[in-house]
Antibody, heavy 125, light 109 residues
Framework: QVQLQESGPGLVKPSETLSLTCAVSGYSISSGYYWGWIRQPPGKGLEWIGSIYHSGSTYYNPSLKSRVTISVDTSKNQFSLKLSSVTAADTAVYYC??????????????????WGQGTLVTVSS | SSELTQDPAVSVALGQTVRITCQGDSLRSYYASWYQQKPGQAPVLVIYGKNNRPSGIPDRFSGSSSGNTASLTITGAQAEDEADYYCNSRDSSGNSHWVFGGGTKLTVL
């Protein structure tokens, strides 16, 4: 059974960098799949942040791209998120998830089949 | 703003059928996936692809698509189906970026 677990500081000061790690168990990241980050501000909907392949290739949400870095450490079977210059608007529950794709004549149709439990990050001085 | 549009709230009587919709240009080309989220919990995948259910998801959940609209149908809604539901697909530019709908709060009466 694939399991994901987020970890990192629950409180970050404005203008600083938010750093989170997602530890994966039950599956070796180096075997494949994209791995992604999704966030949810309190009382609001889901927002895709970005995804990374085990080789290191990445896709980022255009609205966050200038501030986001996602990296992977296959030796530790984990991947990480860094979000710079945070403001109160970045306060959210951050989830990590395995990205899968359904393939047919329409092409690649994305979905996230395994999710971490989420971790709340509050941006406040 | 989201490229996928959902009704904020829908209600259904216990045991009846309800359809939750998701509209967006990208849905003319790609399938939506659907997630159920209960308060304080992570989202759970309920439908992906043309109409596929992960293991453990009841068969009362089904998916369909027509034009720019994807639908999640719950046939015989149960009390435990009360939750927020989110659709997800690729963005309308056709690149590998993901988008989520704003979510629909389902109330089972």
């Amino acid at each position: 059974q694939v399991q994901l677990q987020e970890s990192g500081p629950g409180l970050v000061k404005p203008s600083e960098t938010l750093s989170l790690t997602c530890a994966v168990s039950g599956y070796s990241i180096s075997s494949g799949y994209y791995w992604g980050w999704i966030r949810q501000p309190p009382g609001k909907g889901l927002e895709w942040i970005g995804s990374i392949y085990h080789s290191g290739s990445t896709y980022y949400n255009p609205s966050l791209k200038s501030r986001v870095t996602i990296s992977v450490d296959t030796s530790k079977n984990q991947f990480s998120l860094k979000l710079s210059s945070v403001t109160a608007a970045d306060t959210a529950v951050y989830y990590c998830a395995r990205n899968e794709y359904y393939y047919d004549s329409s092409g690649e149709n994305p979905f996230a089949d395994y999710w971490g439990q989420g971790t709340l990050v509050t941006v406040s001085s | 703003s989201s490229e996928l549009t959902q009704d904020p709230a829908v209600s259904v009587a216990l045991g009846q059928t309800v359809r939750i919709t998701c509209q967006g240009d990208s849905l003319r080309s790609y399938y939506a996936s659907w997630y159920q989220q209960k308060p304080g919990q992570a989202p759970v995948l309920v439908i992906y692809g043309k109409n596929n259910r992960p293991s453990g998801i009841p068969d009362r959940f089904s998916g369909s698509s027509s034009g720019n609209t994807a639908s999640l149908t719950i046939t015989g809604a149960q009390a435990e189906d009360e939750a927020d539901y989110y659709c997800n697909s690729r963005d309308s530019s056709g690149n590998s970026h993901w988008v989520f709908g704003g979510g629909t709060k389902l109330t089972v009466l």
